[in-house]
T-cell receptor
């Protein structure tokens, strides 16, 4: 079975531009979460989506947005890119239960460099 | 949000047990304790999670203090492949947010 797939794997953008990152969850997983990992630090939570609705949001500016599609894939959008947005962006998918505490499966991430 | 505190780094010898500590003194009654690990150039990998009772799986054991203010991840026989950054995370019931700290870098010596 395919794991969580993210695209692209790497990209370089210029300050002020917009970027869209994509994530395909494991088949059967309806919950997708996004994280930002700056070099040398732990992942920071950005969003969680379940059944196409936002279920959690981290402390990120409104330049960051996301959505989940009917097939449960997801996009993370970042507008007006800043140099500080350079990071590894991770997507994780999971099954859902009433506790919201199931195992999350992470993709390999998208390495974004803003110049 | 409740925070976790972990040592920056730990070392272990191959085939010996490893005990990775985590302090979470502000944990709430609805917070689960999760452990993930991250190998270089890879996304984090789930290790184990629990709420109140000690937990065991094929990868590790999780020992949770009676007052839940600390926990310990136990790798019973460390291998070179266990060298990674280990993250202790609190995740609230019915909430989508997970807060990672900076983790413990485990070095395993042959």
């Amino acid at each position: 079975d395919a794991g969580v797939t993210q695209s692209p794997t790497h990209l370089i953008k210029t300050r002020g531009q917009h970027v869209t990152l994509r994530c395909s969850p494991i088949s059967g997983h309806k919950s997708v979460s996004w994280y930002q990992q700056v070099l040398g630090q732990g992942p920071q939570f950005i969003f969680q989506y379940y059944e196409k609705e936002e279920r959690g949001r981290g402390n990120f500016p409104d330049r960051f947005s996301a959505r989940q599609f009917p097939n449960y894939s997801s996009e993370l959008n970042v507008n007006a890119l800043l140099l500080g947005d350079s990071a590894l962006y991770l997507c994780a998918s999971s099954l859902w239960d009433s506790t919201w505490n199931t195992e999350a499966f992470f993709g390999q991430g998208t390495r974004l460099t803003v110049v | 949000d409740a925070k976790t505190t972990q040592p920056n780094s730990m070392e272990s010898n191959e085939e010996e047990p490893v005990h990775l500590p985590c302090n979470h003194s502000t944990i709430s009654g609805t917070d689960y304790i999760h452990w993930y690990r991250q190998l270089p150039s890879q996304g984090p990998e789930y290790v184990i999670h629990g709420l109140t009772s000690n937990v065991n799986n094929r990868m590790a054991s999780l020992a949770i203090a009676e007052d839940r203010k600390s926990s310990t991840l136990i790798l019973h026989r460390a291998t070179l492949r266990d060298a990674a950054v280990y993250y202790c995370i609190l995740k609230r019931t019915n909430a989508g947010k997970s807060t990672f700290g900076d983790g413990t870098t485990l070095t395993v010596k042959p």
